[in-house]
C-alpha cells in the first residue's frame, strides 16, 4: 500500500516569514495529493489539492509543487499569520476514495 | 449548511466494554470514511462505504471493530471489548457531489480506562 512520510514533525516561524512542509510517497500509481489543516479540537479541513497531471498550484497564499519522477510534494505558505498555526496533514491517494496521510507538522507562528 | 457531525464529542469507557460512536454525514453526500487518529499520528483509514457498493474494511484494525451504514446516511462505528490501545480520536468524513474533498467532523475522544 501507499506510504507517506511527512517531514517535519515540528515547525515555528516568525509572523511574516515561510514555512515550508515536505511529503514523500511511495506509490507511483498515487495521483492525488490534499493538504489539510486541523486545528486544535476540530476535524480536518482541506486547504489546498494538486493532480499528478499539475506541477505547482497555488491560492493565494498558499501553494503545493509536486514532483512525480521523485515521488515529493510540497507545501508553502507565505507571509504567516498568527491563524496559520495548526497542524497540517499531507495526503496520497491513488484515486479519490482512499487517501493514505502523513504523520503531520504542528505548526506555531510566533508573533 | 450543517457540516458532518459525531457524538458522542468524548467517550470515556472501562475495558471490555462495548462502545458505538455515531456519523451524521452531510446530506446528500454519498461516501462515508472512519479514521482513527491516535495522539500526534497522522489519520488512519478504517473504513469507507460508496453508495450501495460493499464497504472497503481493509483498514480496520481486528475483529472487534465493525461499522454500519443504514439508509445509506447515518454510521456507526462499534468497537467490542475495547482495549487501552483503541483511545484515541475517532473522526468521520463524508464526500459527495463529484468533489473530491473529505468532509470532517470533529471527532469523538474515545478513553479506555
Known amino acids: 500500500g501507499e506510504n507517506v512520510e511527512q517531514h517535519p514533525s515540528t515547525l515555528s516561524v516568525q509572523e511574516g516569514d515561510s514555512a515550508v512542509i515536505k511529503c514523500t510517497y511511495s506509490d507511483s500509481a498515487s495521483n492525488y495529493f490534499p493538504w489539510y489543516k486541523q486545528e486544535l479540537g476540530k476535524g480536518p479541513q482541506l486547504i489546498i489539492d494538486i493532480r499528478s497531471n499539475v506541477g505547482e498550484k497555488k491560492d493565494q497564499r498558499i501553494a503545493v509543487t509536486l514532483n512525480k519522477t521523485a515521488k515529493h510534494f510540497s507545501l508553502h505558505i507565505t507571509e504567516t499569520q498568527p491563524e496559520d498555526s495548526a497542524v497540517y496533514f499531507c495526503a496520497a491517494g491513488a484515486n479519490d476514495y482512499k487517501l493514505s496521510f502523513g504523520a503531520g507538522t504542528t505548526v506555531t507562528v510566533r508573533a | 449548511g450543517a457540516g458532518v457531525s459525531q457524538s458522542p464529542s468524548n467517550k470515556v469507557t472501562e475495558k471490555g466494554k462495548d462502545v458505538e460512536l455515531r456519523c451524521d454525514p452531510i446530506s446528500g453526500h454519498t461516501a462515508l470514511y472512519w479514521y482513527r487518529q491516535s495522539l500526534g499520528q497522522g489519520l488512519e483509514f478504517l473504513i469507507y462505504f460508496q453508495g450501495n457498493s460493499a464497504p472497503d474494511k481493509s483498514g480496520l484494525p481486528s475483529d472487534r471493530f465493525s461499522a454500519e451504514r443504514t439508509g445509506g446516511s447515518v454510521s456507526t462505528l462499534t468497537i467490542q471489548r475495547t482495549q487501552q490501545e483503541d483511545s484515541a480520536v475517532y473522526l468521520c468524513?463524508?464526500?459527495?457531489?463529484?468533489?473530491?474533498?473529505?468532509?470532517f467532523g470533529p471527532g469523538t475522544r474515545l478513553t479506555v480506562t
Open positions: 468524513a463524508s464526500r459527495g457531489g463529484g468533489s473530491n474533498e473529505q468532509y
